[in-house]
């Protein structure tokens, strides 16, 4: 599986997603609960525990990356995010169709997913710094030929920050998965292609106030 990485930026820093970070993120989770309509984030101790149980098992498969969002001025966690459906090109191609087959140090494309913030993190940049980060260590580190993004479709605000990375949008796929409110989900696919990134890159890097505006 990829090295694990803490990734650190002026904000927040990303640090990998371990068993002792759930009572920390059982308390960002229990802010205000109202902001995760269209958002499935687990409630209580025992639902964050299973959380963090599968995304290790996950990781453990080289199929996933987790991490908790630690907010740097208050040195507290207040989320977390991965990166996921990890996908690996290099090599024999598994045999038969369809089965994970082995994987190796360096994924090919990967998702954004799974990111959500306690809500008095939302709206202070933590978001976007985050999606910073992960972005520059799949395209500058593992050099990925794609990043995709996804939102329930009628997520209006989560959309929006997406579509504010710069990300394209693919199109939407209906009836993709079961939705955090138990209904049937649409589905917005969004993607960042490596040589869309120096321009996404430069994009994020002024409006995160990391170089000045020309």
């Known amino acids: 599986m990829p090295a694990l990485v803490t990734l650190s930026g002026r904000l927040v820093r990303l640090e990998p997603l371990s068993p002792a970070a759930i009572d920390d ?19 209580g101790r025992d639902e964050m525990a299973s959380y963090v149980e599968a995304a290790l098992a996950e990781q453990a498969g080289g199929r996933t990356m987790p991490f908790a969002i630690r907010w740097l001025h208050t ?20 045999w038969p169709p369809g089965t994970l087959g082995a994987v190796g140090d360096i994924p090919s494309v990967a998702d954004i997913g799974y990111t959500w913030l306690g809500a008095s993190a939302q709206g202070t940049g933590a978001n976007r710094e985050s999606k910073f980060l992960l972005l520059s260590h799949a395209f500058e580190t ?12 009628r997520n209006a605000k989560s959309r929006a920050a997406i579509e504010a990375l710069g990300a394209h949008f693919d199109g939407v796929r209906r009836a993709e998965s079961r939705g955090a409110d138990d209904t049937v989900r649409d589905t917005a696919f969004y993607s960042i292609l490596n040589s869309e990134w120096p321009a996404v890159r430069e ?12």
């Open 142 to 153: 593992w050099n990925v030929h794609r990043i995709t993004l996804k939102a329930d479709v």
């Open 25 to 43: 993120l059982v308390a960002a989770a229990s802010e205000d609960r109202s902001t995760y309509a269209f958002t499935r984030v687990p409630n």
């Open 203 to 214: 994009r994020l890097a002024r409006r995160l106030g990391l170089v000045e505006a020309a």
């Open 75 to 94: 040195d507290r966690l207040i989320g977390a995010t991965r990166l996921m459906n990890l996908e690996y090109w290099q090599g024999p191609m598994p």
